[in-house]
């Protein structure tokens, strides 16, 4: 059944993230994605929901070690 342009589009709330997840597909990403994940620990544990923004510059700044951390060691390895 389809919807009219006058009916409300139906949507849930994630209540690890707070965020609106509006059809399947948003919803079951969302449901599968770290930051989700993340959020649920944080849950758990008593603390409050971390931004995607926030999850997003975390993840950029672990991506960025994690490569130094490699190339030290490929260079340690060249004997340099």
């Known amino acids: 059944m389809e919807q009219?342009?006058?009916?409300?589009?139906?949507?849930?709330?994630?209540?690890?993230?707070?965020?609106?997840?509006?059809?399947?597909?948003?919803?079951?990403?969302?449901?599968?994605?770290?930051w989700h994940r993340v959020n649920l620990k944080r849950k758990v544990s008593g603390m409050p929901p971390m931004k995607l923004a926030e999850f997003e510059e975390r993840m950029d700044i672990l991506k960025l070690q994690q490569k130094q951390q490699q190339d030290q060691e490929a260079k340690n390895a060249r004997g340099y």
């Open 4 to 34: 009219s342009a006058d009916e409300p589009v139906p949507f849930l709330t994630c209540m690890a993230c707070c965020v609106k997840l509006v059809g399947t597909t948003e919803r079951t990403e969302h449901y599968r994605s770290d």
